[in-house]
């Protein structure tokens, strides 16, 4: 494979799991809520799929991994939705204790116990006509079903948020709680379904970091993604398409340093990695135009 | 039993809020296909009343019986469900989705598609059925206060609302924006409807209604026909053992020679997204003068109105201002304090860019009090200003912006939502500032109002305004364009 595909192949590898969390991520945040707890729902996820891969190989990781996320995100939903706490200290505190417990009961359940933290992976399934097509073709073309999954996801909930009463409701709540309540929605309630979603997505995101990529289990092996998500809708501008695309932009400049390793640039690593910052930066800086973001984000819950 | 049962029956309500007790073992009857005015100042429970009848409150005792049916509403999405639909008098839309959506908000089951193109035009269809007039695919955020009304009524009817609960609808709208609300509330009426409403303003609900209600501190007072009372009787009701209403006094000054305070030349002026609001427009207001203005929304009054506050700067033209001006915003909550501070950190926001070391709190607290008592603010002690009833948070910014004498001082709409007794005051309030040679400019959609107490009239016509003679016909002409 020449350098070129390999980037391409490697830059929609890198997206994967950022596209799952921030997809979900998108959707909490249409309900006007920030989850900073989201990488402890992408670890959560991730020491799910080992486990349930223990049960049941890849499908028992899938939905080990896929509980795991939403069990994270109802204790997220009891303290922001139920106790109207506020939602940054929640989401860091959820973010730790996701990271610390899976450490913790990685240590005890597989290090201390003698088992291997390994999994069987997903195989790649490609389409015979369309893996040909040079360059792109092995890179969208030759995925883990996870992946091919994504393509129907994004749209499905492009959809879903603009053509279905319940997407509506979440965006009425995200902009104007009090006036979705005048409605007759109750705002607790699909704030609290789209945290279970985000949770999903987010153990989900885990599921594709050992299911997909690793094939075992690392303590910390989030890596920051669940925060990277939060910028990926940023720049997706809260629309799924552009969170999807967004998180290709940045699972490009992860694979930048793959690219630049084969090439042999002597720049260090770190500067491709802040590419995908900048340019939030800068979009974020180029939205003051008319303001994307849901009116209510973030506001403490007092209906 | 031949007469048929009450559109809506509330029995024995009562509602405690910590320590107070807002409505007190509350009757209120609507006989069907009514039109019935629900009367009482600020505070005395009207809308909380109302709140539980929709569901958004929960009473401690009593019960609701909608049509002859006893109903127990947990939320909104209940009393809808019976049939009442309400017109909340801050708006309950979401800015950021278009009248469609709004509309269609909370209507269908939870699953299930909807086609954006054919709910919209299911809600072109509405509009020609009630006579509402809006565009279903405009922005809620890009309308005028007169057409987001509209498309709450819209909202409501779209749910088949046989009750419509008005909560001071008119507080916001122009003269012929009420009009028409009022000529169309006829309608509904006459077809079968019943109306609730909500209001202040006294003449007009004895116009209007078929039956009224008065609520004074939580309990029901009056409750009769129209026919049956008078004026007198009903503001007795209001005001209880209360001083005396006073009468406006008519007393103008006319000044054609003081000294220019505030003065506009060929000024324009345009909004964010570059259309022109103002064009080429002169104003000028002396020491010692009131000077009123008026317009249908989006006329430019409102640019007008903060070019001679020094708050907006012109694209063109030239403002000649004084260094002091006060300037008393419609929001108040939004634009004027910060409910969640204190009386003192609201005094001296306005002054803290200029402020430099530490702020000496102890005396700006002792001043806040002074301006409270002074101006009668009700508790003077009170700590968040957002705790004050929305007649006191009125009188605290006008407080505000009248300490220290201002040269000029703009007010923009100064008693909307305020009870007879509290625009009473902040009235005088205006009257005592000009008589001190204050140059007061004031805009009031309330044409009455504002001809009652103008000395001279500027009428703002699409962009550009005009003097005209103190008085309602001549100023009503003039805001739809004719002379």
Not at chain 1, 94 to 107: D, E, K, M, N, V
Not at chain 2, 75 to 81: G, L, M, N, T
Not at chain 2, 223 to 250: I, N
């Amino acid at each position: 494979m020449s350098a070129l595909g390999a980037f391409a192949e490697s830059s929609v590898r890198m997206a994967t799991p950022l596209a799952y969390a921030a997809l979900g991520e998108l959707v909490v945040e249409r309900a006007g809520i920030i989850n900073i707890g989201l990488e402890g729902m992408i670890i959560a996820g991730a020491f799910g799929a080992l486990a349930g891969t223990g049960f049941a190989g890849v499908a028992g990781g899938l939905a080990g991994a896929a509980m795991s996320g939403v069990l994270v995100a109802g204790l997220f939903a009891i303290f922001v939705v139920g106790l109207r706490s506020d939602q940054i200290i929640t989401g860091t505190a959820i973010s730790l204790l996701g990271l610390g417990l899976t450490g913790a009961l990685y240590q005890a359940m597989y290090v201390d116990a003698g088992v291997i933290g390994r999994t069987t992976t997903m195989g790649v399934w490609s389409l015979p006509l369309l893996r040909s097509i040079p360059i792109l073709g092995p890179a969208f073309f030759a995925q883990p079903a996870l992946t091919w999954a994504l393509y129907a996801i994004a749209p499905a909930l492009g959809w879903w948020l603009y053509r279905t009463p319940a997407g509506l409701a979440l965006r009425a709540v995200g902009e104007r709680p009090a006036a979705a309540a005048a409605a007759g929605i109750s705002p607790s309630r699909v704030r609290t379904f789209a945290i279970l979603f985000g949770g999903l997505m987010g153990g989900l995101s885990g599921a594709t970091l050992v299911l997909a990529q690793v094939g075992g289990f690392a303590e910390g092996m989030s890596a920051g993604r669940g925060f990277i998500a939060i910028a990926v809708v940023a720049l997706g501008r809260w629309t799924p398409l552009g969170v999807w695309l967004a998180a290709l932009l940045f699972g490009a400049a992860s694979a930048l340093q793959f690219l630049a390793q084969a090439m042999g640039w002597s720049v260090p690593y770190q500067v491709w990695l802040s590419t995908p910052y900048v340019l939030t930066l800068l979009a974020l800086a180029g939205a003051r135009r008319r303001s994307v973001a849901p009116a209510a984000l973030g506001a403490r819950a007092t209906e | 039993m031949t007469v048929p049962a009450p559109a809506l029956h509330l029995r024995g309500i009562s509602k405690r809020f910590g320590s107070t007790l807002a409505l007190d073992d509350v009757s209120f009857t609507v006989a069907s296909g009514t039109l019935h005015a629900l009367l009482g100042e600020n505070g005395a429970g009207k809308t909380t009343l109302m709140r539980i009848a929709f569901g958004l409150a929960r009473c401690d005792h009593g019960s609701i019986e909608v049509d002859g049916t006893e109903h127990h509403f947990h939320s909104s999405a209940d009393a809808i469900a019976a049939g009442l639909g309400m017109v909340h008098q801050h708006f309950m839309l979401v800015p950021a989705l278009t009248v469609t959506e709004n509309i269609v908000l909370g209507d269908c089951g939870f699953f299930g598609g909807f086609h954006p193109s054919r709910a919209a035009e299911r809600v072109r269809q509405l509009c020609e059925e009630t006579g509402l007039g809006v565009d279903p695919l405009a922005r809620v955020s890009e309308l005028a206060v007169g057409a987001q009304q509209r498309v709450e009524i819209l909202k409501a009817v779209s749910r088949n609302a046989r009750l419509l609960i008005f909560d001071e609808p008119t507080a916001v709208l122009t003269p012929r924006e009420t009009d028409e609300l009022y000529s169309w509330l006829r309608v509904f009426v006459r077809g079968g409807g019943t109306v609730v409403l909500i209001t202040h303003k006294l003449r007009e609900a004895l116009t209007l209604a078929d039956d009224v209600t008065v609520l004074r501190r939580g309990r029901s007072v009056l409750q009769s026909t129209v026919h049956a009372v008078d004026e007198a009787q009903v503001v007795s009701a209001l005001l209880g053992e209360g001083p005396a209403l006073r009468t406006p006094s008519p007393v103008r000054v006319n000044r054609t020679t003081g000294d220019t305070v505030l003065s506009a030349t060929s000024v324009t002026v345009a909004d964010t997204q570059g259309s022109e609001r103002l064009h080429g427009v002169n104003a000028l207001v002396r020491a010692g003068e009131i000077v009123g203005i008026a317009g249908v929304e989006g006329a430019g009054q409102w640019e007008l109105l903060r070019v001679l506050a020094g708050r907006v700067t012109p694209q063109s033209g030239s403002v000649r201002l004084p260094a002091h001006i006060g300037f008393v915003p419609e929001d108040r909550l939004r634009d004027a304090i910060i409910p969640e501070m204190t009386l003192a950190e609201n005094v001296v926001l306005p002054r803290a860019g200029g402020l430099h070391g530490r702020i000496a709190w102890s005396t700006y607290a002792e001043k806040a009090r002074a301006l409270a008592l002074d101006h009668g603010v009700r508790p003077p002690d009170a700590r968040a200003v957002g705790t004050l009833s929305g007649g006191n948070q009125q009188k605290f910014v006008l407080a505000r912006e009248l300490e220290g004498s201002p040269e000029a001082l703009v007010v923009e709409n100064p008693t909307r939502g305020l009870d007879i007794r509290a625009s009473d005051d902040v009235l005088e309030r205006l009257r005592a500032a000009r008589d001190t040679g204050c140059a007061v400019v004031m805009y009031s959609s309330d044409l009455e109002e504002i001809v009652s107490l103008a000395d001279r009239m500027l009428v703002c016509f699409n962009g550009t305004v005009i003097e005209t003679p103190v008085d309602t016909a001549c100023v009503g002409r003039a805001m739809i364009g004719l002379s």
